[in-house]
């Protein structure tokens, strides 16, 4: 497994930005699909974007699109999601998460998961 290590939450808010750090232990095969989740009480827990460790493909989710930004640093081994135009409702724990498949990553099937960061969004 990858070790995933995830920084950059905090309070902020509505309208205001934020961006994300996920650092991975190493790029391998089992992290060949990097992302976002986030998950607030009560509730399951959500896609909201991924990558790939070339950059390329992006997905986001509908609530998301255009207001964050999902990008990769091969030399640093990390992730970053840029969160602009926040609003109460994006208000959660973030996850970062890998794995060798985009398409199992983006349901929710990460081999590998981060402890969180908590993102507070306040009206």
């Known amino acids: 497994q990858v070790q995933l290590v995830e920084s950059g939450g905090g309070l902020v808010q509505a309208g205001g930005s934020l961006r994300l750090s996920c650092a991975a232990s190493?790029?391998?095969?089992?992290?060949?699909?990097m992302g976002w989740f986030r998950q607030t009480p009560g509730k399951e827990r959500e896609f909201v974007s991924a990558i790939t460790w070339s950059g390329r493909p992006t997905y986001y989710a509908e609530s998301v699109k255009g207001r964050f930004t999902i990008s990769a640093d091969i030399t640093k081994n990390t992730i970053y999601l840029q969160m602009n135009s926040l609003k109460p409702e994006d208000t959660a724990v973030y996850y970062c998460?890998?794995?060798?498949?985009?398409?199992?990553?983006?349901?929710?099937?990460?081999?590998?998961w981060g402890q969180g960061t908590q993102v507070t969004v306040s009206s």
């Open positions: 998460a890998a794995d060798a498949t985009m398409s199992k990553l983006r349901i929710g099937g990460g081999g590998s």
């Open positions: 190493e790029r391998t095969f089992s992290s060949y699909a």
